[in-house]
């Protein structure tokens, strides 16, 4: 009756898990050292000056997309067995009841690690209200979770660097905290939809059947799950982004970034954030154009404003979300997370 | 005769599961019918915070991505 294998329940025996992941960690690791001579000798190979404009955006072509593309394999496969230990029910059953707060730091940190997808934000949303979970707490969960994403912190430790990554992590916590906290303070609950404050009042949500223990094979299979998934989602994205960044790179002269997106012009940062707003794209399309902009004299602040408003406030997110929320209420949501993208923006400027 | 209901909000992933389910109804010769729920309020009411969510007979089994196949049959089954 059965022909095919089922996929989460491997026959092998744990032992060679372990071994096969490692060996493919060595292998990674002995490959990647090895990308700068590999790019550099298939620039030579074709038929371009290697100091003209074309050879320097095809030497930052060849190196970037393999560089990212290792990256991101090894990164969404680790994240992906670390999701696997997470998952909304228990996010949930964890914020429940918390006050603002601790609350708001506890959901932004899960917003990170619990699977999520954002074709899911509306149900989680209300099983988050419905079970008694802040508003705000609620918000910087949904603020954090497309915020900060692994994709994100791969491109900007691989393309910009770890100094970098670490600060958008750190930032984009703390938008999601503070945003969450401060709609939470607004006590905004009267501004949902009817009919999720009455899902909210009569909440008798039945709770899903407790899974079967999960053994450290099928964690493993589930992060490869994951890297398959977002491969076929981002692969695209990423090499037209690069390439859009090879081409700055290699043509655009240093001086004309540095007049519009310079530190100098305080106008930058706002008008970064505006244009970010209603652009759809995810953090693989953006961060290419990033590290260009950058290498061209473009103020870090602005950029990251730039980026963090494209990822964290897209248009057909509101759309999605306008089912559950009135339209005073996510203009509250925009105007909040806006603000805080704002700041970081600044702050950056000023600091660096 | 089963009722099998699909929780999503029309997402390319719920088609693929509805088509699994049907799939897998097929090698069993159980007789179901699919149901696809796309209203956000009877997704929440159903309990399900990540799509696609699967009901059989009105009890919730699954939540989440796409279901795994010998457990898709196991549900029908039972």
């Known amino acids: ?352 | 005769m089963k009722t099998v209901k699909v929780y999503g909000p029309g997402c390319k992933r719920c088609d693929m599961t509805a088509e699994m389910i049907r799939e897998a109804a097929d090698r069993l010769s159980v007789e179901v019918v699919i149901e696809k729920v796309s209203d956000p309020r009877e997704i929440a009411v159903a309990g399900v915070m990540s799509t696609p969510g699967i009901a059989v007979d009105g009890k919730l089994v699954h939540a989440g991505g796409l279901p795994d196949k010998a457990k898709l049959e196991e549900w029908l089954a039972a």
């Open chain 1, 1 to 352: 009756m059965m022909s095919d294998i089922s996929t989460p329940h491997p026959s092998h025996p744990r032992w060679t898990w372990h071994l096969g992941v490692t060996g493919f960690v060595v292998i990674w690791w002995l490959v990647y050292r090895q990308l700068v001579p590999l790019s550099e000798w298939l620039v030579a190979q074709l038929p371009v000056d290697r100091a003209s404009h074309t050879g320097e955006a095809l030497a930052f072509f060849f190196y970037d997309v393999p560089k990212v593309m290792m990256l991101l394999t090894l990164i969404v496969f680790a994240m992906g067995v670390v999701r696997s230990f997470f998952s909304p029910e228990k996010t949930r059953a964890v914020l429940s009841g918390r006050r603002e707060g601790v609350g708001n730091i506890l959901a932004a940190g899960l917003g990170v690690l619990t699977p999520f997808c954002s074709c899911s934000a509306v149900p989680l949303f209300i099983g988050f209200v419905s079970a008694g979970v802040p508003l705000g707490v609620t918000f910087s969960f949904l603020i954090a979770a497309p915020m900060v994403n692994e994709v994100a912190l791969v491109l900007l430790f691989g393309l910009v660097g770890w100094q970098v990554a670490v600060t958008y992590l750190a930032f984009g916590l703390g938008i999601a905290i503070l945003a969450g906290f401060v709609i939470g303070k607004l006590r905004l609950e009267g501004w949902l939809q009817d009919w999720v404050r009455d899902i909210h009042s009569g909440a008798n949500t039945p709770v899903m059947p407790e899974g079967e223990r999960l053994t450290m094979a099928d964690r493993y299979q589930l992060g490869i799950e994951a890297v398959r998934e977002i491969f076929s989602k981002v692969w695209i994205w990423i090499i037209a982004g690069i390439a859009m960044g090879a081409l700055i790179h290699g043509y655009v002269p240093e001086d004309l970034m540095a007049r519009i997106m310079g530190a100098d012009a305080w106008w930058s940062v706002p008008a970064a954030v505006a244009m970010g707003i209603p652009m759809y794209t995810n953090a693989a399309g953006v961060i290419p154009i990033v590290e260009a902009l950058l290498g061209k004299g473009a103020a870090l602040g602005t950029v990251l404003a730039f980026m963090m408003s494209v990822i964290a406030l897209s248009l057909p997110e509101m759309i999605i979300l306008r089912q559950v929320l009135t339209l005073r209420l996510i203009a509250v949501f925009i105007a909040t997370v806006a603000s805080g993208i704002l700041a970081v923006g600044f702050l950056f400027n000023l600091i660096f």
